[in-house]
């Protein structure tokens, strides 16, 4: 079993940045493959990044790339989004997100994701 329990979300404004993080428990931390994705009202939950077991593999939504960096750090069990140049569309509850299936493939739909934080709330405003 892994808990995820997200942090760093709030208000900011269009052009700022934000560095979100994820705190995993669980003694398999190193062999999950890690994601965030975000859900805004009214719409589906959307892949944001993703990255494999040792940061070899990462995967970026064509709306986030050259934007957004997804990092991990095995040691401390915890993924990290760094999110500079933030869009008021970027506006969203972000979820972390831990595949367990395998720890190189990188998958951009939900529902191969085994294991979800609670969500943190990012505002971008205009």
């Known amino acids: 079993q892994v808990q995820l329990v997200e942090s760093g979300g709030g208000l900011v404004q269009a052009g700022g940045s934000l560095r979100l993080s994820c705190e995993a428990s669980g003694r398999t931390f190193i062999s999950y493959v890690l994601g965030w994705f975000r859900q805004a009202p009214g719409k589906e939950r959307e892949f944001v990044a993703a990255?494999?077991?040792?940061?070899?593999?990462?995967q970026y939504a064509d709306s986030v790339k050259g934007r957004f960096t997804i990092s991990r750090d095995n040691a401390k069990k915890m993924v990290s989004l760094q999110m500079n140049s933030l869009k008021p569309e970027d506006t969203a509850v972000y979820y972390c997100a831990a595949d367990a299936s395998s720890p190189v493939y990188v998958f951009k739909r939900s529902d191969e994701y085994d294991y979800w934080g609670q969500g943190t709330q990012v505002t971008v405003s205009s």
């Open positions: 990255i494999s077991w040792n940061g070899g593999n990462t």
